[in-house]
């Protein structure tokens, strides 16, 4: 983020404190992430991720004694597992932590880059869980002289559990601010033009650098428990179009082209069809050649990378499949950053 033009004011008392330009500020915010895959790291984290009442709505009489007791003393160990399969060397941190930052500076470069009056949008990003906290992103932003702010979770289908949580949290901070921000709030774009075809592009791309052809192609999204979609939430319906608009933008059919949800926890009924079941059953039935395709993350991490590309792919193989590839999230990529950058100027309308 650009250090702020600190001015003095024009009239006004002398000891009056320096204030920066006014500005536009863009925050990118995606879930979280743990800071490090070693026990402690893990349990402040899954914490902070499994006390939220947004995600968890379960009594709390009977969830906190379950939580305190038993899942955070034995599932740090193994979800820090499972992140050291795929954690960053080079950077020392989480695949997800490394994509963000770069989707914010790239979406920052473009900024930059464009025509006069865009050098006044400053771009940051932050995680609903762990760090760089959103508190932590908003203060900073205002101490640079946004007085405008739009705040862009990267869920492309609304739910309560990620959209309205983060947001949550923005607002949690803003409540303790003396002067405020103007806050605008990034939409779900799980049927948007932009975003279907930044899919489309990046799902073509990836086959074609294949040497063979997929007889199936899932969409994996992640799972919610089922009280939730009879209880008001979107996430399902949303999903489901954003697969229906996939697949018909790829050319597949009802035969070739499935949704499914993944990363089901607890023993509650969750949204249906499971993907590993399914994956295991196509396996079974003959399919040979299979590929997952997530559009539900804007951004490689945990659920991508290690349960789909090395956990199903697993499933596959042991049930008769030959042939498994896990088509990669848009990222940071051309064509991800162009599809964020439509997105943010369409709600930056009358600001910029």
């Known amino acids: 983020m650009n250090n702020p033009t600190l001015l003095q004011p024009a009239h006004g008392p002398g000891d009056h404190p320096a204030v920066p330009d006014d500005r536009i500020g863009v925050l990118l915010i995606n879930l979280g992430t743990p800071d490090a895959t070693d026990y402690w790291s893990m349990r402040r984290y899954l914490k902070e991720f499994l006390s939220d009442r947004r995600v968890i709505d379960t009594n709390p009489l009977l969830w906190w004694p379950l939580l305190n007791g038993v899942i955070l003393t034995t599932r740090p160990a193994r979800s820090g597992a499972k992140y050291d399969l795929i954690w960053n060397r080079d950077k020392d941190e989480s695949p997800l932590r490394t994509i963000t930052r770069a989707q914010a500076e790239g979406l920052a470069h473009r900024f930059d880059a464009k025509k006069q009056g865009d050098e006044n949008v400053l771009v940051d990003w932050a995680m609903r869980y762990g760090t760089p906290s959103i508190a932590d992103r908003l203060e900073g932003l205002q101490r640079a002289g946004a007085t405008?702010?739009?705040?862009?979770?990267?869920?492309?289908?609304?739910?309560?559990t990620s959209t309205a949580t983060a947001l949550d949290k923005a607002y949690e901070a803003l409540a303790a601010m003396r002067w405020q921000p103007a806050i605008r709030t990034l939409p779900p774009f799980h049927d948007h033009p932009a975003y279907i075809e930044a899919l489309t592009g990046s799902v073509s791309d990836h086959l074609a650098t294949l040497d063979w052809q997929p007889e199936m192609m899932l969409a994996s999204f992640h799972g919610l428990p089922k009280r939730?979609?009879?209880?008001?939430?979107?996430?399902?319906?949303?999903?489901m179009k954003t697969g229906r608009l996939l697949s018909t933008a790829l050319r597949y059919d009802d035969q070739t082209f499935q949704v499914v949800f993944q990363s089901r926890f607890g023993r509650e009924e969750w949204l249906q069809p499971y993907i590993e079941p399914t994956v295991a059953q196509l396996g079974r039935d003959g399919v040979r050649r299979l590929a997952v395709v997530m559009p539900g993350f804007v951004a490689d991490c945990l659920e991508t990378l290690e349960e789909i590309a090395i956990g199903i792919s697993e499933t596959f193989t042991q049930n008769g499949g030959e042939k498994f590839t896990a088509i990669p999230c848009l990222n940071a990529t051309d064509q991800g950053l162009t599809m964020i950058e439509k997105l943010v100027r369409q709600e930056l309308a009358g600001w910029l």
């Open 148 to 160: 405008r702010i739009l705040l862009a979770p990267l869920y492309p289908q609304y739910s309560a």
């Open 228 to 239: 939730y979609l009879t209880e008001g939430d979107p996430y399902y319906c949303q999903a």
